[in-house]
């Protein structure tokens, strides 16, 4: 049973252009969460996806950054226009339909950075 | 709002001693869960143990163990035999049961000395 898979691990983008990250639930988890941890920091909650929909973006940063879980395929974490300060590590993680949204499984993360 | 507050930047410790870091939160939330993570230099991060703000007993899996004072608001991470596989970053963190989101502390750096 393969874990949460993000892909890329690293990610290099220079100033001004998008960087697109994904990430592959748990076979059978419809929740996805997106975190950023930046340098020497904890992680921070940024977005929370069911199938199709945005349930919580409170700490979406308000331009640049997107998030979608459509239907098919994996969730993408989108940043336009990057900018240093978006260099970090984001994390993506997954919790089954049911039960208690406790059981976060995190994928391996992917470090972005800018140059 | 909730907080998670660790006081320790960095640690060092001997193998094969106990370890113990802190973890204080605040909450208004009545039902919460805490957690412990693990992120090793590698960068990915390792669920080790959950304490669910209802649990009578302390949560321990295997060489951890998670010291649960609620009054003092307190869930401090046991590590007993501490072993060179052990440093790493340390996370505490919580999630009220009405949420959907983690809220992390600013980490503990472990190192384990020979």
């Known amino acids: 049973n393969a874990g949460v898979m993000q892909n890329p691990r690293h990610l290099v983008r220079r100033r001004g252009q998008e960087a697109r990250l994904r990430c592959s639930p748990m076979?059978?988890?419809?929740?996805v969460y997106w975190y950023r941890q930046l340098p020497e920091e904890g992680l921070k909650f940024m977005v929370y996806l069911q199938k199709e929909n945005i349930i919580d973006e409170s700490g979406m940063p308000k331009e640049r950054f997107s998030a979608e879980f459509p239907k098919e395929g994996p969730s993408i974490l989108r940043i336009q226009q990057v900018v240093r300060g978006d260099s970090a590590a984001y994390f993506c993680a997954s919790s089954p339909p049911t039960g208690v949204a406790n059981e976060q499984f995190f994928g391996p993360g992917t470090r972005l950075t800018v140059l | 709002a909730q907080k998670i507050t660790q006081t320790q930047p960095g640690m060092f410790v001997q193998e094969k001693e106990a370890v113990t870091l802190d973890c204080t939160y605040d909450t208004s939330d009545p039902s919460y869960g805490l957690f412990w993570y693990k992120q090793p230099s590698s960068g990915e991060m390792i669920f080790l143990i959950y304490?669910?703000?209802?649990?009578?007993q302390n949560a321990t899996e295997g060489r951890y163990s998670l010291n649960f004072q609620k009054a003092r608001k307190s869930a401090n991470l046991v590590i007993s035999a501490s072993q060179l596989g052990d440093s790493a970053m340390y996370f505490c963190a919580m999630r009220a049961n009405r949420d959907d989101k983690i809220i992390f502390g600013k980490g503990t750096r472990l190192h384990i000395l020979p």
């Open positions: 076979k059978g988890h419809s929740h």
């Open positions: 304490q669910g703000s209802y649990d009578q």
